[in-house]
């Protein structure tokens, strides 16, 4: 009889596990070709503004790949993750150094790849739990294995958060510089850029002069990268 329910539970475990591998592939595989509905974080931004009574709208205009500018994924690139054609979802190395950093008394930097932030931001939710980041492990592997590093950068450009409600580079511009993401000039890219770190803080519309230096540092990025040539690889 112990037998018996061994295996009973072993099969049940089994099937649940098959379950929960085809609710997670199947919507990776889909946005391999469609554009997100919405996403994790703007789900999350809308719960917790209901929660707390407060007025809330989402501006999230998606733009196909030939209708951003260069200078925008170069941008990201130069800003967040300059080994993106490199690496496999994660970069070591960037972890290792901000590890190394916090060892010498500063302030534990992250070291998310684009993949990873694609991961948290379509799929999970903001926070910093263990569960959080096991389940952002596991998605930025499936994203790695059927999407190419292009569709990584296309849906990040297009979902990340510039602004209180303001998601992805067509929103963004439109609402700060009052053009099209495909008419984004390099240094309108790197403010855009420069508010990564805390969207909901630093202002693209109204950027501080620490908004002001960090874009200067990534234009300097920008062009030790190559410039917009170097996006010709995805």
């Known amino acids: 009889m112990p037998n ?4 009973w539970i072993l099969k049940r475990t089994l099937q649940t596990g098959c379950i929960l591998l085809s609710f997670s592939i199947l919507p990776v595989l889909a946005l391999r070709w469609m554009p ?21 709208s989402t501006d999230y205009r998606w733009v196909p790949w030939k209708q951003i500018s260069p200078n925008a994924a170069l941008a990201v690139i130069a800003s967040e993750d300059q080994n993106f054609p490199r690496h496999h979802g994660f970069d070591f190395k960037s972890i290792q150094k901000a590890i190394d950093a916090h060892d010498r008394g500063r302030r534990l930097r992250g070291a998310s790849t684009l993949s990873q932030q694609v991961a948290k931001n379509v799929f999970l939710w903001s926070g910093r739990s263990f569960v959080r980041k096991a389940l952002e ?27 209180d409600g303001v998601f992805g580079v067509e929103a963004a511009s439109q609402r700060y510089f009052r053009k099209s993401a495909a008419s984004l000039s390099s240094e309108e890219a790197a403010i855009l850029a420069a508010v990564l770190p805390n969207p909901l803080r630093m202002k693209a519309g109204k950027p501080s002069a620490y908004v002001r230096e960090r874009s200067g540092w990534i234009m300097q990025q920008m062009g030790q990268l190559g410039g917009p040539a170097f996006i010709r690889q995805f």
Do not use: C, D
């Not at 997100?36 to 809330?56: D, E, F, N």
């Open 36 to 56: 997100p509905l919405t996403t994790g974080v703007m789900m999350q931004r809308r719960a917790v503004s209901l929660i707390k009574h407060h007025s809330y």
């Open 137 to 163: 492990a596991y998605f930025t592997v499936l994203i790695e294995l059927v999407w190419p590093k292009r569709r990584i950068l296309e849906v990040y450009l297009n979902i990340v958060e510039l602004g």
């Open 4 to 7: 018996k329910i061994g295996r």
